[in-house]
């Protein structure tokens, strides 16, 4: 069956009053068309998942349609809103993905100050860089610090 308004638009008049069959054929020419409407839009390992949801939202919704208006408008929009949400799975995904990138690169301030502290070093007399080097940097107490030095 080909997914033309008028043919479309009676199967989903058909299936609101509880015909079965006008259901399944529905469901069925929709499905291929909702494949050609993702086809162009989204990665084909995507394309069954999100036609699936978008034939359960119209089936949720399918009580919204108004027999008076055009049927593909109505899947159309349905179809687009399935494809924003999936754009926002897909983005909020990869801004998960940079944050734990971003958050590896946290060494630059440790290296920053390792520099800072090497040139203070350079500066202060050997006997005092070292006994700062041992409690602040090594972590040992000022009494073991004083027995190593």
Do not use: N
Not at 28 to 55: F, N, S
Not at 108 to 118: F, G, H, K, Q, S
Not at 128 to 140: F, N
Request: charged share 30%.
């Amino acid at each position: 069956m080909r997914a033309d308004e008028a043919s479309l638009a009676r199967l989903m008049a058909m299936s609101q009053q509880g015909d079965k069959q006008a259901y399944g054929a529905l469901l069925e020419a929709c499905q291929r068309w909702l494949r050609g409407y993702y086809a162009r839009r989204i990665a084909p390992a995507q394309l069954d998942d999100l036609v699936q949801e978008t034939l359960i939202a119209l089936h949720t919704k399918r009580a919204s349609w108004d027999s008076t208006r055009p049927f593909l408008p109505w899947l159309a929009a349905i179809a687009r809103y399935r494809w924003v949400d999936y754009l926002r799975r897909l983005y909020r995904a990869d801004e998960t993905e940079l944050d734990t990138d971003v958050a590896g690169h946290d060494e630059e301030p440790a290296i920053a100050a390792r520099i800072t502290l090497e040139r203070l070093f350079g500066v202060l007399p050997e006997p005092q860089a070292r006994a700062i080097a041992l409690v602040k940097i090594e972590g040992l107490s000022i009494a073991e610090a004083s027995e190593a030095t």
